[in-house]
């Protein structure tokens, strides 16, 4: 199977309620472990690369291993996306470049100016058989070079016009997900009986208005790594600092997709599992020096994580 684009994967995960996993992609170790547990789990998957991860493993090299796992694991359809394209060039050149799928984020920009960045973005795209993702509102925190300190959340209101004057095949809204691994501040959250933080549920009000004003139409959630507490643990018992890290819920990520939510971004997820797996083998094999050693049991605990999302989170495992 040719990589493919998402039109057809989001349409069955609307009518099926569940979402597809949008996972963040780096190097070898991480298109494997994201793969083979698809392959495995026989769920359609989304690859997706930002523009951070271009400039720090270069738009060939992550092609060419995206293209090596269509060819590893034919069962499964797997879509090459760009993730928060921050301009028009970004966009074309991975269009141009065989990506299926993009991303303009002109949520920062006045909400007609948004509109015309993204229609521009779209008529190239579409041109070409590449569907294309939008966003109105932002979402706060830090990720690869996407920042904000303070979000703002989705307006209903402007969710229609949007999406008839651009366009788009999908739209990204602002429900109170956020980037990185400190999506809450202690402050915002409660603490259970066990100390551990709690954070504030998603504005679900906003998915449902939403979700009204465009029947049958896919939503994106972006920021919605849960931060498990285990790998928070793990990183921190061998030399790492990470108080207060929280994520999203997955309970409150699974309900979301069971309604309009198509995409479920997760990358901070991952990035914990293989820097927790790292640090600990360090810890415990300090004489140790060989990549493959470290980067092999890495790769399996993205893939169990993985796994975990696609059957207990997304919903989407036995859909490919």
């Not at 269009?95 to 949520?107: E, R």
């Not at 509109?115 to 041109?127: C, F, G, M, P």
């Not at 259970?192 to 679900?204: S, T």
């Not at 507490?229 to 309900?255: C, F, S, T």
């Amino acid at each position: 199977m040719a990589l493919v684009n998402t039109k057809e994967m989001f349409k069955k995960a609307y009518d099926g309620g569940y979402a597809i996993g949008a996972f963040n992609v780096n190097n070898m170790e991480i298109v494997q472990g994201i793969t083979e547990a698809c392959k495995e789990e026989n769920a359609p998957v989304i690859l997706q690369v930002s523009k951070g991860a271009r400039a720090y493993a270069n738009h060939t090299y992550l092609v060419k291993l995206v293209e090596a796992a269509v060819i590893e694991c034919p069962e499964i359809p797997v879509a090459l996306h760009l993730d928060h394209g921050p301009d028009f060039e970004t966009c074309k050149a991975c269009i141009d470049g065989g990506f299926t799928s993009v991303m303009i984020d002109g949520s920062a920009h006045a909400f007609k100016d948004n509109i015309e960045l993204t229609r521009k973005v779209v008529e190239y795209a579409h041109d070409r058989g590449v569907v294309v993702e939008g966003e109105l509102g932002t979402l706060s925190g830090i990720e690869d070079e996407v920042s904000h300190e303070v979000g703002s959340y989705t307006r209903p209101e402007e969710v229609e016009e949007f999406v008839q004057k651009t366009g788009v095949d999908s739209l990204a809204i602002a429900i109170g997900t956020s980037h990185g691994a400190y999506k809450f501040k202690p402050e915002q959250c409660t603490r259970n009986e066990k100390g551990i933080l709690v954070p504030p549920a998603l504005r679900f009000d906003i998915l449902e208005e939403v979700s009204k004003r465009l029947p049958g139409f896919p939503i994106v959630l972006h920021g919605s790594s849960s931060v498990p507490q285990e790998w928070v643990k793990v990183v921190n018992e061998h030399g790492g600092k990470m108080p207060d890290a929280i994520g999203v819920p997955e309970e409150q990520l699974r309900k979301a997709a069971q309604l309009s939510v198509c995409k479920i971004n997760i990358d901070s997820d991952l990035r914990l599992a293989m820097t927790g797996t790292i640090r600990q083998f360090f810890d415990e094999n300090p004489s140790k020096f060989d990549p493959r050693e470290y980067l092999k049991p890495a790769r399996a605990n993205i893939k169990a994580l993985v796994s975990h999302k696609l059957r207990d989170v997304l919903g989407c495992a036995g859909k490919a």
